[in-house]
């Protein structure tokens, strides 16, 4: 069955940088666009970064100039680059991949557990 499993999560100070990764099984991964979202507690989850089959990439306006979403097909791997980190970026960070790249988490075919970020001010 399709596994996607995050890691990379912690807890870091403010201006710092964390780098997550989801590893992806059972799906034939180069097919499929692949997104991080978020969510923080009593807020909705929201996406972060997406990347295509073909590796075009977009972001929420929150995070653009910090975080870069990249993948490596051989590896089967997205991954989320994160700089500069603030503490309204704690979340709980989620991967996901579908068939079709969308803003919306709704198109997602398969999610990971999550993984957890927390900056500290």
């Known amino acids: 069955q399709v596994q996607l499993v995050e890691s990379g999560g912690g807890l870091v100070q403010a201006g710092g940088s964390l780098r997550l990764s989801c590893a992806a099984s059972?799906?034939?991964?180069?097919?499929?666009?692949m997104g991080w979202f978020r969510q923080a507690p009593g807020k909705e989850r929201e996406l972060v970064a997406l990347?295509?089959?073909?590796?075009?990439?977009n972001g929420a306006d929150s995070v653009k100039g910090r975080f870069t979403i990249s993948r490596d097909n051989a590896k089967n791997t997205v991954y989320l680059q994160m700089n500069s980190l603030k503490p309204e970026d704690t979340a709980v960070y989620y991967c996901?991949?579908?068939?079709?790249?969308?803003?919306?988490?709704?198109?997602?075919?398969?999610w990971g557990q999550g993984t957890q970020v927390t900056v500290s001010s």
């Open positions: 996901a991949a579908g068939l079709v790249a969308s803003i919306s988490g709704g198109q997602y075919l398969h």
């Open positions: 059972g799906l034939t991964f180069r097919r499929y666009a």
């Open positions: 990347i295509t089959s073909g590796g075009s990439t």
